[in-house]
């Protein structure tokens, strides 16, 4: 179906036909887009001093300035900033895609292409567009203090996601598992409402929003190495989040979670040094989360290397009960618990003889028996007196009964 919206585009080749064509496939996406055309960087440069556009489609190699180029002088004008950029390459390796995206191309199209692929990717940015309009309609028609109501919300919140996906293709899983892992992790806290646990996973969801105003060639590096962060100029990422996700009156909680997780449990963190229990506990969450994540991703030793920098962490970068949750998560995900002799049981189905398989650790973080213990009638009861006042964290993992 044709996009009817009156978007402007324009196209930068250096080759005559391949402009023409690239035309001709606009306008059939969007029949009442008005294009225009440059016969290079340069040119589309200086047509961009004036005129702003709402998708940019240009070629990778041209003479006077290529479309790498382009796309960063684009990005790097606060007036143009927001232009969708796509870009086609001929050249297909993996180096040359992620150079694109570094350089602020928000989606590339390797060439020769078809005109059913270049189609599909143009609907998408005049989807991300004609959102983008919306907002930007509503945002001129509020007052400051009007509020967002939930439709208006869920338009935020996909405009925002689809920005994040398409500058961040190579971590749209990772967006994914970090907010299905830190929505799982709170769910086992006994003192967190269904409103911070819905804030939390909003927080999860944009952890990368930051990202998007830092410069390009910093965008994809891990943010923190043994809780120091791995570029000064990365230190700018909190507060960019939060005041991304801040503009928006109901995401303002969510962004007070992401202004602090990077705060170390032990006061050594930034921006503010919070300690202990003055980081939020989305912050603590979604700190464990968001390392485990990016040092699983972004380093040689994988998951392995994640766990034990997670465990070392463990009361000087991390609240150590999130790291317990994080673990019986994982134990979950890979299998380590679904063998059939082992089952997850409540405090009152617990009997004597069985055998413990995780350590069973109070909400204080305190550990109340470790893994291999057997149940008997004295320790069930010392434990049911103690969680009256310090509940049980996680769940209860036990074999079968001792024969």
């Not at 684009?74 to 870009?87: D, F, G, L, P």
């Not at 290397?305 to 463990?314: F, P, T, V």
């Not at 617990?350 to 028996?369: C, E, F, H, Q, T």
Request: aromatic residues 6%.
């Amino acid at each position: 179906m044709p996009i009817t919206a009156d978007f402007d585009i324009l196209i930068a080749d250096d080759e005559p036909a391949i402009l023409v064509t690239l035309k001709k496939i606009v306008s059939g996406v969007a029949p009442n887009a008005r294009i225009a055309t440059a016969r290079d960087g340069s040119e589309a440069r200086k047509f961009l001093e004036n005129q702003t556009v709402d998708i940019l489609l240009t070629d990778i190699d041209m003479p006077n300035m290529s479309g790498l180029e382009l796309c960063r002088a684009v990005k790097s004008n606060k007036r143009t900033a927001e232009t969708y950029c796509i870009v086609l390459t001929g050249l297909t390796a993996g180096d040359q895609q992620t150079k694109a995206l570094q350089y602020g191309a928000d989606d590339f199209i390797a060439k020769p292409f078809s005109v059913a692929e270049l189609g599909a990717r143009l609907r998408i940015a005049f989807r991300i567009a004609s959102l983008k309009r919306q907002i930007d309609d509503d945002k001129n028609r509020r007052t400051g203090n009007a509020a967002i109501d939930d439709g208006d919300l869920r338009e935020v919140i996909d405009f925002a996601a689809g920005l994040l996906q398409s500058r961040f293709p190579q971590a749209i899983s990772m967006f994914s598992r970090i907010e299905h892992t830190a929505l799982w992790i709170s769910e086992h806290f006994t003192d967190i409402s269904y409103e911070d646990r819905r804030n939390i996973a909003l927080a999860a969801r944009f952890c990368y929003a930051g990202r998007l105003l830092i410069p390009a060639e910093l965008q994809l590096r891990p943010m923190m190495r043994e809780g120091r962060v791995s570029e000064p100029s990365l230190k700018q990422i909190p507060a960019e989040s939060a005041l991304i996700l801040g503009s928006v009156k109901k995401l303002v909680a969510a962004a007070g979670i992401l202004a602090s997780v990077y705060e170390n449990f032990d006061g050594s963190g930034f921006p503010a040094g919070k300690s202990s229990w003055q980081i939020p506990l989305g912050s603590r969450i979604l700190r464990v989360v968001l390392d485990f994540e990016e040092i699983s991703e972004f380093s040689h030793g994988g998951f392995a290397e994640a766990d034990s920098a997670l465990q070392m962490g463990i009361n000087h970068l991390y609240d150590r009960r999130v790291v317990l949750l994080h673990q019986e998560y994982r134990a979950n995900s890979d299998g380590t618990l679904r063998n059939p002799e082992i089952r997850s049981v409540q405090l009152k189905e617990a009997l004597p003889g069985m055998i413990l398989v995780r350590d069973l650790y109070a909400n204080s973080g305190l550990k109340l028996l470790p893994a291999g213990a057997v149940f008997s009638h004295e320790i069930l009861e010392r434990i049911a007196k103690h969680i009256v006042q310090d509940p049980i964290l996680g769940n209860i993992y036990v074999k079968n009964d001792v024969k």
